[in-house]
């Protein structure tokens, strides 16, 4: 069993708390896998906005975590506590994967876990933590940021894109779904998307494009193209895009393109489906085009990404449990699809 531990101090913000409990404390119904075991860490109790909160163990505990998660840091031109700081490195040096959420990122750009990398965070902080941590390379567009043992998110609902991706590596899209419908929440979003847009999102039944989308859905065995899809939008293609763009931070091809890999990776975990039948199911036309795309896009080949979660819920069926030990780091497994 995994075991996630949140890092918690005074002046941590209570909605990035709440939302990594959500994720990774709750049991989904109906879950195969051993879920995680998961730990609250920190120097005693301690307060977050109007909320007092008791640790598990203290900082120390870290060191011993698979996944250390490090919430959002309330005022970021104060330094964060060296004792959190050095327990998030000491982790980070033992092997443990470090996420941030929201402002967490200068808690891990304190801990030098960010020199050299990508990061990102809020969009309203992006340029305090370049300023502050030049040696950071910090991209102020994205949701989140997957460089393996290190990531990043940027605010409140990206935390929680952060969250669902780490389940959909560990175990999987179909159980990052199961949680996601848990949640309410979209079951996926890009990394690579947009953190705003310049025309407010929509509510998701009053939008051009809310009849397309199960449309589509339910069409991804068809090979569709933006001119279908413009068609059945009574749109031209232009419009089309603009409106995707709006709604979706992408265009219409690579948000079909992520709908295609989403459903593949859910049959290939769920089913015994051949990649021919797959590559069919999903509008890929081939076994060739599926394989090539999906290499391209999460990282593996669907033989090996089939094996490795297939390898979770038969356990000793190879005799290996864990993604990372069959493939090596987690980082250069499966990665989020590109905008």
């Not at 990035?16 to 959500?22: F, G, T």
């Not at 929201?102 to 300023?131: E, I, N, Q, S």
Request: proline fraction near 7%; charge should be negative; aromatic fraction near 6%.
């Amino acid at each position: 069993m995994s075991t996630v531990a949140l890092a918690v101090t005074d002046g941590m913000l209570h909605f990035e708390l709440s939302l990594a409990y959500e994720v990774f404390g709750t049991h989904p119904t109906g879950a195969a896998d051993p879920w995680y075991s998961f730990v609250v860490c920190g120097p005693g109790a301690v307060r977050a906005g109007r909320f007092l909160l008791e640790p598990d163990h203290g900082l120390d505990r870290l060191r011993r975590a698979d996944t250390v998660i490090v919430p959002g840091w309330a005022d970021v031109d104060v330094d964060p506590p060296a004792d959190l700081v050095d327990a998030v490195r000491a982790a980070h040096e033992a092997g443990a994967r470090v996420a941030s959420l929201c402002t967490g990122a200068f808690v891990l750009a304190a801990a030098g876990l960010l020199d050299g990398k990508r990061a990102t965070t809020h969009w309203a902080h992006t340029r305090d933590l370049a300023t502050r941590f030049p040696q950071v390379e910090v991209d102020p567009d994205v949701l989140y940021v997957d460089n393996g043992s290190v990531l990043t998110s940027a605010g409140k609902a990206a935390a929680m894109d952060l969250c669902l991706h780490l389940v959909r590596l560990d175990h999987g899209s179909s159980m990052a779904n199961t949680v996601a419908r848990r949640l309410v929440v979209p079951p996926h979003r890009d990394g690579g998307q947009a953190q705003f847009v310049t025309t407010p999102v929509p509510a998701p039944d009053n939008h051009p494009l809310a009849e397309l989308f199960p449309w589509v859905m339910e069409r991804l065995d068809h090979p569709l193209t933006v001119e279908d899809l413009a068609r059945q939008a009574r749109m031209s293609s232009r419009n089309l895009g603009r409106h995707f763009r709006s709604v979706t931070g992408t265009t219409p091809l690579q948000w079909l393109l992520t709908q295609r890999i989403r459903h593949a990776q859910e049959l290939l975990e769920t089913t015994d489906d051949s990649i021919d039948a797959i590559a069919a199911a999903t509008g890929m036309g081939t076994a060739t085009t599926l394989r090539r795309h999906f290499n391209r896009t999460v990282g593996v080949p669907p033989d090996t990404y089939r094996r490795t979660f297939r390898s979770r819920t038969r356990p000793g069926q190879d005799g290996l449990s864990r993604p990372e030990e069959r493939m090596g780091d987690r980082g250069d497994v499966f990665r989020p699809v590109p905008a």
